[in-house]
């Protein structure tokens, strides 16, 4: 954030998920004022920024602040999201705001969680291009058509916002990939230059690993990209079920 | 067990050591490209980066990849692409670096798009390219060029998150959000490793490796208005600076002309390649009186330079008339969406405008580092002798944007930086595997050697008085902001000097009030702050000793180029703060040199 410049000062109750498991200390909220400007619209990792000011020993994660590297996924009043792209004006409510960390992870300490399951779930897909086409040192063709098809699945920022918000995946982290992973397999299947899409929905097949969604489509409705897991997972159960005619 | 906390200082004796071939600091672009070279090659390699790779700041990168694949043109040929850059670069781009970059850019990219990079297509099926600034067809005669590779205007992520899933693929072994602190030099100036710690647990190792890359990435965080991530702090230069190690054409900082005004964030300079203008506060496309060939497409350092001068001559936007207007909504709905989805998205929320409907406030922003760690083709790091000879660092290389091999010279094109990392930190792992396979010497380091790395953190982890990170922080990027920006003049300049020594003695007593070991961000703010402050001072003296005017350098003193004493890199040591010159490679090894000419567009 660049410092703000203004005038006008308006007061706002922040309240943030503190917990450090080294101290042994339970987690609690801690509750701060801090100054924010009434003449223009922040985004809430500002707040946590002047938040930070006054306790710089406050922990998230951040990095480019501007929704495309997925690290400042968090609940903010009761939804998540990424805390750079989510201005104020859409989320306080009655001058408050409550920051708390991703649902369903391992908190490693305040705001940040552990992803390692979550990253897991994702390295299960083969999240990588499989061709066995020669390579020729060119560029494999596709048509502007199949092109088109990878779009709404690509853009994935692994932010977790969905798949911490989806109550299959807080049931059956072991067993259900969740919806950012299975966005990710059929990001793979729908490439026209993949030659691995039997293999990759022999993968999917069990009973678990795609049809624990029950569609319920949080996922959907948190997705700051604004991505769409619920039809990709329908779309690999069509899949699946055509071939099992 | 070595944890940092507590109050207490580290020590060689009760440092564990991890032990690889080779590691490469960070998992941005070149660090990637590094690592999928070795650990295709089998060597036990480990690439550590403080965040989750696919969080790094390559994945920010918009507009696209600058390569003649022929894909727009079949006539392109990778000679005019030399071209454009060695006058980019306003000559001082080293054109053996250049030479090679262009020669093997087309391979790369077609082994990128193999990997599954989702590249726009066109209508033929090939990978799509759209027009850049400052590039031409025919040397510079045949007209504007269109030779940047594009997947929308999301190319750096794409890339990312390709190179990352490569990676899986193979295997590489990451360390992932683990922070590099300081590198291990031994008695004969080999590197032989780094200091690093976990940023979970907190604890320390000695990451003891016979190959080290630094692909850490730019330092736009120096200013205080900038296009760059939060992460964005200069480790590996600031790291190299520490170990008494020379940096390059410092001074060389690139202001991109369309970073969103009051928010920083950039919108490509593919928004101008699609057909946007620039205008001022009357309306008038402006660029038509700097460059009257190139216009919106001329380099970067002109088109900064020019909206400027409409700002200072009172033509600027807004209410403060502090910024210009980039214009789009002629190019329809339709086109927005489909090229230049992200940038509509980020204008939305960063400036409160539909670009399909109203111009988007922008401003000249401080956005990549021409200069850093000097290499040669092969990414071998190279420091200067006390008689202004090279000599190699053994064990040490750079790649990327934290490196200086010298495509940029003195402007960078758009769409080289991409380019660079992916062929650079390729030819980085081809030498190491190399070097393997030949049989590589390294002395182990004395306890003394370990200690002198630690000297830095230990001065965090104890200190006990003294000012926080983020308010001395704020003051460097303050100063560098109005001192060091697109215009530079000396008493500014040497005002600015002197308030960076002030903030210095400050950072040297800067106070961690935090001592707790678990993902301690304050502890890793206060180390990034030491590393700004390094960048910092190289890039103001620097400025100031180069008395001339080239590339993105432009003094309001000396306003024009002179070839005579400055066709040269700058160096500067951290020990005396003082500047040298070095050569400017003109010797490529297929085609004849470029030769300086007057520069316009
Ligand atoms: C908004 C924006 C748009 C851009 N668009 C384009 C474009 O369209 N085309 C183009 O060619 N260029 C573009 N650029 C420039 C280009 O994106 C960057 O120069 C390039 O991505 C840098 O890549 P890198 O591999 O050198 O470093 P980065 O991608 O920044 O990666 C640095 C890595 O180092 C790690 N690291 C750093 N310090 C430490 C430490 N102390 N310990 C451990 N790890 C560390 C980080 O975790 C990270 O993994 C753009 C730049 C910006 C800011
Ligand atoms: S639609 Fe499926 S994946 Fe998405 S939240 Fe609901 S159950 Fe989870
Ligand atoms: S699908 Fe959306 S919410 Fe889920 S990880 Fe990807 S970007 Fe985040």
Redesign the interface.
């Known amino acids: 954030m660049n410092s703000i410049a203004t005038e006008q000062i308006s007061t706002l109750k922040i309240s943030i998920y503190r917990y450090d498991p080294d101290t042994g200390n339970k987690p609690f909220m801690q509750e701060m004022d801090i100054d924010i400007p009434s003449d223009k619209d922040i985004m809430v990792l500002d707040a946590l920024h002047l938040a930070k000011e006054q306790d710089p020993s406050i922990s998230f994660r951040r990095s480019c602040r501007e929704g495309v590297c997925g690290s400042d996924g968090m609940n903010i009043n009761g939804k998540n999201g990424l805390g750079c792209i989510t201005p104020l004006s859409e989320v306080v409510k009655k001058n408050k705001l409550e920051i708390r960390p991703l649902p369903g992870l391992p908190v490693v300490k305040d705001l940040i969680v552990d992803m390692t399951q979550f990253v897991d779930q994702y390295k299960k897909i083969r999240p990588y291009l499989i061709s066995d086409k020669e390579d020729n040192g060119k560029e494999i063709p596709q048509t502007v058509e199949d092109r088109d098809k990878l779009d709404g699945l690509y853009e994935c920022i692994l932010c977790g916002c969905c798949s911490t918000a989806c109550p299959s995946f807080w049931w059956n982290p072991d067993k259900f990939l969740g919806p950012a992973a299975l966005l990710q397999a059929y990001r793979f299947i729908s490439d026209s230059r993949d030659t691995a899409r039997e293999e990759r929905l022999d993968q999917l097949e069990d009973a678990f690993s795609v049809f624990r969604c029950h569609g319920i489509m949080n996922c959907v409705s948190v997705c700051p990209k604004g991505l769409n897991p619920t039809k990709a997972i329908n779309e690999i159960k069509k899949m699946l079920v055509k071939r099992a005619l | 067990m070595a944890m940092n906390g507590n109050g207490k200082a580290l020590d060689a004796n009760s440092l564990p050591v991890k032990e690889y071939d080779g590691i490469i600091i960070g998992g941005g672009g070149s660090g990637l490209m590094s690592s999928l070279q070795l650990a295709q090659s089998g060597m036990n390699t480990a690439v550590i980066s403080k ?2 790779p ?4 390559t ?2 990168a918009q507009g696209g990849i600058t390569c003649a ?1 022929a894909s727009a043109d079949p006539n392109d040929d990778w000679r005019w692409h030399m071209y454009d850059t060695v006058k980019g670069s306003d000559f001082i781009g080293d054109q053996d670096s250049i030479e090679y970059m262009c020669q093997e850019g087309p ?1 790369t990219v ?2 990128l ?4 990079l ?10 799509y390219q759209r027009a850049f600034g400052g590039q031409s067809k025919d040397y510079g005669k045949g007209g504007q060029a269109e030779r940047t590779c594009a ?1 929308a205007d ?1 190319t750096g ?2 890339l990312l ?1 390709t190179l990352y ?2 990676n ?2 193979a295997g590489t072994n990451f360390l992932s959000e683990w922070f590099a602190v300081d590198l291990v030099l031994n008695s004969e100036n080999q590197a032989t490793g780094v200091i690093a710690f976990e940023i ?1 647990s907190g604890e320390a190792y000695f990451l003891k490796a016979k190959a080290t890359v630094l692909a850490t990435g730019g330092a736009g965080r120096i200013y ?2 900038t296009t760059n ?3 964005n702090t200069g480790d590996g230069t600031g790291m190299a600076l520490r170990a008494g190690l020379a940096v390059q054409d410092m001074e060389m900082w690139q202001f991109h002309p369309t970073g969103i005004h ?4 950039l919108v490509t300079e593919g928004c101008r390649g699609e057909g946007g203008y620039l205008i001022n506060k009357d309306g008038e496309r402006f660029m038509e009186r700097y460059a009257p060939n190139a216009k919106d497409l001329a380099s970067r350092d002109v088109v900064a330079r020019s909206m400027m001068l409409e700002i200072i001559e009172g033509r600027g936007c807004g209410p403060e008339a502090d910024h210009c207007f980039l214009k789009l909504d002629h190019l329809g709905a339709d086109l927005l969406h489909k090229r230049l989805p ?1 940038i509509t ?2 204008s939305k ?2 400036a409160g405008i539909d670009p399909a409907e109203h111009p988007i406030p922008v401003v000249p922003t401080c956005h990549y580092a021409m200069g850093g760690i000097p290499t040669n083709v092969n990414g071998q790091v190279i420091t200067q002798k006390a008689d202004g000879s090279d000599s190699l660092v053994e064990g040490l290389y750079a790649a990327g944007e934290a490196a200086c091999v010298s495509v940029h010279g003195g402007n960078r094109l758009g769409g080289n930086s991409l380019l660079d990392l992916v062929v650079f930190g390729r030819s980085a792992g081809l030498h190491i595997e190399e070097s393997f396979k030949q049989g590589i010497d390294i002395k182990d380091p004395s306890k003394e050697d370990i200690n002198k790395a630690l000297r830095n953190i230990n001065r965090v982890n104890i200190s006990s008085d003294g000012e ?1 990170a ?1 308010v001395i922080k ?1 003051d460097l990027q303050e100063i560098m902001q109005t001192s060091f920006g697109v215009f530079r003049r000396e008493d500014n300049m040497e005002s600015g000097i002197k308030v960076i020594e002030e903030i210095r003695a400050r950072a040297e007593s800067l106070h961690l ?2 001592k ?7 502890r890793i ?1 206060a180390l990034e702050l030491l590393n700004l402050l390094e960048v910092a001072e190289a890039t103001a003296i620097s400025a100031n000793e180069r008395k001339e005017s080239r590339g993105a350098h432009s003094r309001d003193d000396f306003p024009d180029r002179d070839d005579e004493n400055w066709l040269k890199h700058s160096i500067y040591f951290k020990g005396n703060k003082e500047i040298s010159k070095r050569d400017v490679n003109f010797r490529p090894k297929i085609v004849q040199a470029f030769q300086p000419f007057a520069r316009t567009y």
Not at chain 2, 118 to 123: H, Q, Y
């Open positions: 965040v989750f696919t969080r790094s700041h994945v920010s694949i391979a077609f082994e798009e193999n990997m599954g989702p590249f726009s297509r066109t209508e033929e099926g090939k990978i997947a999301r992520h794409a998150h899933q490569a899986v693929k979970e205080k208005s991530a939060l992460i009051g928010a920083g964030t992200g998205e980020l929320t960063f926080n983020s704020k009030a935090d707790s070991s678990r993902f301690n961000t304050a703010e």
